[in-house]
């Protein structure tokens, strides 16, 4: 796996910074892609958004068909019901890191079973935007051990 590190964010988090901050905070996603990007150094790394579910299917078959060393994933609430991305994640041969904001198991019921987590090679839950950064340097470190 030498190819870029995808890192995908699922609906609603491009209104992160405003959106219920004393769940999510106040780091918007731009700030985020700020921090993925000096996490990641050198290493290419590719950044998205969507609110749509084939978008973000889209992006995963793309990470496959560029050898991707890695995605890291916010599904958000497609989390908890999105087959469609569940069976694109199982299609990606490399490691995935799913990435929640909150901790999701400190939620409501509706927020406890994801899908996604039935595939993803690891969880950060509750860690804040600082997860994201975190997910970089593993996923890197992942390759370099390999
Ligand atoms: C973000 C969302 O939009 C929610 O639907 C998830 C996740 C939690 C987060 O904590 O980043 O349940």
Same mark, same amino acid.
Request: proline fraction near 5%.
């Given at each position: 796996?030498? %190819?870029?590190?995808?890192?995908?964010?699922?609906?609603?988090?491009? *209104?992160? %910074?405003?959106?219920?901050?004393?769940?999510?905070?106040?780091?918007?996603?731009?700030?985020?892609?700020?921090?993925?990007?000096?996490?990641?150094? /050198?290493?290419?790394?590719?950044?998205?958004?969507?609110?749509?579910?084939?978008?973000?299917? /889209?992006?995963?078959?793309?990470?496959?068909?560029?050898?991707? #060393?890695?995605?890291?994933?916010?599904?958000?609430?497609?989390?908890? *019901?999105?087959?469609? #991305?569940?069976?694109?994640?199982?299609?990606?041969?490399?490691?995935?890191?799913?990435?929640?904001?909150?901790?999701?198991?400190? *939620?409501?019921?509706?927020?406890?079973?994801? #899908?996604?987590?039935?595939?993803?090679?690891?969880?950060?839950?509750?860690?804040?935007?600082? %997860?994201?950064?975190?997910?970089?340097?593993?996923?890197? %470190?992942?390759?370099?051990?390999?």
């Amino acid at each position: 796996m030498s %190819g870029p590190i995808f890192v995908l964010n699922g609906p609603n988090l491009n *209104r992160l %910074g405003t959106r219920e901050p004393e769940i999510y905070g106040r780091t918007t996603l731009s700030d985020i892609e700020a921090m993925c990007r000096e996490a990641a150094g /050198d290493v290419p790394l590719q950044f998205h958004q969507s609110n749509a579910e084939h978008q973000l299917v /889209d992006w995963i078959h793309d990470a496959i068909d560029q050898n991707s #060393l890695g995605i890291l994933i916010n599904p958000a609430g497609l989390s908890f *019901r999105s087959i469609p #991305l569940l069976d694109a994640l199982k299609m990606f041969s490399g490691p995935t890191v799913e990435l929640h904001i909150s901790n999701i198991h400190r *939620r409501e019921d509706i927020y406890q079973r994801s #899908l996604v987590s039935k595939t993803a090679t690891g969880v950060i839950a509750g860690l804040g935007a600082r %997860g994201y950064p975190l997910a970089i340097q593993w996923l890197i %470190g992942h390759q370099k051990a390999a």
